[in-house]
């Protein structure tokens, strides 16, 4: 029973130690949860970045980047992110044709309904994988932008 | 006869029991948990998108695995290395690793063809697949392994704090 509570104790310890090492390193780092508070990019290591609200604006707003809708086409009907072309992942195949005309250095800013969603992420990896160059992936998605008013379209 | 199943069982045991044995599977444990924990650290967000890709947990739910699961590796490999805590490190670990087992099992039975995020979070890199469970049913082996023994052998940090 003594060496139960001991080992109980131990791991307490190591996961407490666990905890404040990555909180500790990701606030220094600026990545993780603080990355998304201080509105930074944060690099994935690979082509893909997650970004955030106040990242998604800016890049509407200077027009450097194609927004695209990864969610079923009708959702994307009911409301978008203005501007945004729907691609979603049963469509990736269908819409090769289009994707041929953008230039591959394009910046795209991909997202979903939320940030429960994962048709985001997987639609990057497959543009990812069609060397797509600049792909961020907003995750806050349409709920968050709807939520703070920015421009919408409807179809 | 019974003599000869005594001395069989006693081999057996003293095998199991063996400290070069057990200092080689606590080094092989340790070394591939600070390894793995390596590239995590360095990237916490990519870890994410690992962890985001099997579909089991939301994006909160994944920071927050990705900020504290890759130091918990690399205090539990350093501790099997060392000698601190080994058995709350085995604990850990053993359960960290059925619980990746179990991710690439599920991953595996929805169809997904993802990265497993162990070791390189690079999206291109190690697919998951019946190696992987392989790979990971041996190093649960090893982790109960060290839980069933009493003796493990050499640590280190006494011979630090022997020095001082």
């Not at chain 1, 990019?41 to 609200?53: A, C, P, R, Y």
């Not at chain 1, 990896?125 to 797509?132: C, K, V």
């Not at chain 2, 939301?58 to 501790?79: D, M, V």
Request: proline fraction near 2%; glycine fraction near 8%; aromatic fraction near 10%.
């Amino acid at each position: 029973m003594k060496a139960q509570k001991k080992v109980l104790l131990e791991i307490t310890v190591i996961i407490a130690a666990a905890a404040v090492f990555g909180f500790v390193y990701t606030f220094i780092t600026n990545q993780g949860f603080f990355a998304e508070k201080d509105g930074h990019d944060t690099s994935t290591g690979s082509n893909l970045e997650m970004i955030s609200l106040e990242n998604a604006k800016e890049l509407f707003d200077s027009q450097e980047a194609l927004f695209i809708d990864s969610r079923h086409n009708f959702d994307y009907n009911r409301g978008h992110i203005h501007g945004a072309i729907n691609i979603g992942l049963d469509s990736i195949k269908t819409a090769g044709a289009v994707l041929e005309t953008i230039p591959k250095e394009k910046i795209f800013v991909i997202y979903c309904d939320g940030v429960e969603c994962n048709s985001s992420i997987e639609l990057a990896a497959e543009l990812n994988g069609l060397n797509f160059k600049n792909i961020k992936i907003f995750f806050g998605g349409w709920q968050e932008w709807k939520k703070n008013n920015y421009p919408i379209d409807y179809q | 006869m019974e003599k000869e199943q005594l001395s069989h069982r006693l081999s057996v045991k003293s095998i199991l029991t063996n400290t070069v044995l057990i200092f080689f599977i606590r080094l092989t444990l340790g070394v591939i948990f600070v390894i793995s924990s390596l590239d995590k650290i360095a990237d916490p967000d990519a870890f994410t998108l690992s962890i985001l890709n099997y579909k089991v947990i939301g994006f909160g739910l994944a920071t927050a695995t990705a900020t504290i699961l890759p130091p918990l590796e690399l205090i539990c490999g350093l501790g099997l290395i060392l000698g601190i805590y080994p058995r709350s490190s085995a604990f850990l670990i053993t359960a960290m690793l059925v619980i990746f087992t179990i991710m690439v099992i599920s991953a595996l039975i929805r169809g997904l063809d993802i990265s497993c995020g162990c070791f390189s979070q690079n999206p291109d890199a190690e697919k998951i697949g019946y190696l992987k469970i392989l790979e990971n049913s041996g190093m649960i082996i090893m982790g109960i392994w060290l839980l069933c023994i009493r003796d493990y052998g050499v640590a280190f940090i006494r011979l630090f704090r022997q020095k001082k």
